[in-house]
């Protein structure tokens, strides 16, 4: 039975989209079936899979407002996950969804017809706490959170844990916080190590993943290529921290079902 992550941060710009991607990657490099699901009409994870999301006619939109089965719109890519893709289309679902019955459980419904087909479903969130991140929540087992190693990254934390207390009561009762994921961390500066020191201090209750994504301008390269990070000729450091959590993640689903 596949496990429901989502990287959640309303903070722009953190790595969640990365995050989704590298991660997923990494899982199917050992050996694990996978499924991205794009839940940004930003759509920056279905480019960075190696789709163009405007010539895209069908996308999860029409799973969440008009109920296509999902098994029709799941994608492959060259890197072994599979993509339920997104295009700008996605920002019309909030609209639509206002007066649907159990709007905030659409994509719940949506992942349990394929379920049983992956080890793991990763969801990339919008970076607002609007109705899509909601059922990204509402559906998720775990939540993992990116957070940036600047000050100003942390407080934008707060809200979000408020968010997942109140889906907790309301709607998904077992949601778990999965941990913190510093990125961007740049070690030459005493900045960034410090955002980590205030972090494990402020958040003692959550795990903080006790790896870094460093900060490398190949991010950005690679997904302009559309190419996972591991790719790059040269071994970029912050791709070690992907591998890690991937490992990870496969250790806890493991100790688990044991
Ligand atoms: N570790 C990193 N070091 C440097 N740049 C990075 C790193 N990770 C991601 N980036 C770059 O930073 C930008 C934002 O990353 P990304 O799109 O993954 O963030 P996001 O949280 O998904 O953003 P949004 O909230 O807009 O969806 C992108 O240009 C990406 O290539
Ligand atoms: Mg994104």
Redesign the pocket.
């Known amino acids: 039975m596949g496990e429901v992550y989502v990287f959640a941060?309303q903070k722009?710009?953190?790595?969640?989209?990365?995050s989704t991607f590298n991660l997923g990657v990494a899982l199917t490099d050992i050996e694990q079936r996978v499924l991205l699901v794009d839940l940004?009409p930003?759509a920056?994870l279905t480019f960075y899979s190696g789709y163009e999301p405007d010539e895209l006619e069908q996308t999860v939109f029409n799973c969440l407002v008009r109920d296509i089965p999902v098994h029709d719109l799941i994608l492959t890519t060259e890197y072994g996950v599979d993509l339920l893709p997104a295009n700008i289309d996605l920002a019309l679902a909030e609209m639509q969804l206002i007066s649907a019955p159990a709007r905030e459980r659409r994509l719940t419904r949506i992942i349990n017809q394929v379920r049983n087909k992956y080890d793991f479903i990763i969801i990339d969130s919008?970076?607002s706490l609007g109705i899509l991140t909601m059922n990204a929540l509402a559906a998720a087992n775990y939540v993992i959170i990116?957070v940036s190693c600047e000050f100003l990254s942390i407080r934008g934390t707060l809200a979000l844990l408020k968010l997942v207390a109140k889906i907790r009561g309301q709607l998904n009762s077992t949601l778990e916080i999965a941990g913190i994921l510093p990125?961007?961390f740049d070690s030459r500066t005493n900045h960034a190590r410090e955002v980590i020191r205030i972090l494990n201090e402020q958040f003692s209750d959550i795990h903080i993943f006790p790896y870094q994504?460093?900060?490398?301008?190949r991010?950005?390269e690679s997904?302009r290529e559309q190419k996972p990070i591991f790719e790059h000729k040269i071994q970029v450091p912050?791709a070690l921290a992907y591998r890690e959590l991937a490992r990870d993640l496969v250790k806890f689903k493991l100790r688990r079902s044991s």
């Open positions: 941060n722009g710009g953190v790595g969640k989209t990365t940004d930003q920056g919008q970076p990116p990125t961007m994504v460093n900060r490398s301008i991010f950005a997904a912050g």
